[in-house]
């Protein structure tokens, strides 16, 4: 069976790397080797796929006020916990045979390529899973907005965010059990709800330029792999 999608940008959270058991560790091996076994299932399929991943589970940016960490510098700090996570997934995946490729947006020549464009589209092309770490390289920028912006420039087919949630709903189903799920819902209607799929800078880009997004439980078996398929997991915001 062909898959659905012929390439792919995956964005992950940082949180996700956690898992429901909370160690104290800021992630959980044995969900990055489950995150790493779907993509290379995925790999298999002949996908080509892009990754960008949060750093939310060693740094979030915190009060200016609380913390005297002025926000442009914090943002900075976050972009470097972005980069551990991709070293990570990169490990995983490497050790299980898929071939890799870690591009930065800030220049780390000792553990990344810097981020040229026509690189990684010729990495992608080659079948090497494209790692994208430290965001934008700009602070007021979210690893959101960095994931629909590389996902414009690769031609990505569809972003696929991978939450602890299985789609969008119309309240925080985590608080409401009665809240109602979306299996399919526009871009506007997204906005006039005020539902938050994404930031409004990531989701302005893909409502712009066309691009759907699904959302979908990451942390479920299987899932990545049905959807690249073609199955109607989670929610198709379009």
Known sequence: MQPKYKRVLLKLSGEAL????????????????????????????????????????????????????????????????????????QAMLEKIGVYTRLQSAINMEQVAEPYIRRKALRHLEKGRVVIFGAGTGNPYFTTDTAGSLRAIEMKADVILKGTRVDGVYDADPEKNPNAKKFETISFQECISKNLKVMDMTAFTLCMENKLPIIVFDMNQPGNLVKLVKGDAIGTLVG
């Open 18 to 89: 956690l898992g429901n058991e909370r160690t104290g560790d800021p992630f959980n091996p044995k969900i990055i080797e489950q995150y790493a076994n779907e993509i290379k299932e995925v790999v298999a399929l002949g996908v080509e796929v892009a990754i960008v991943i949060g750093g939310g589970n060693i740094y979030r940016g915190m009060n200016e006020a609380d913390s005297g960490i002025e926000r442009a510098h914090g943002d900075y700090m976050g972009m470097l916990a972005t980069v551990i996570n991709a070293m990570a997934i």
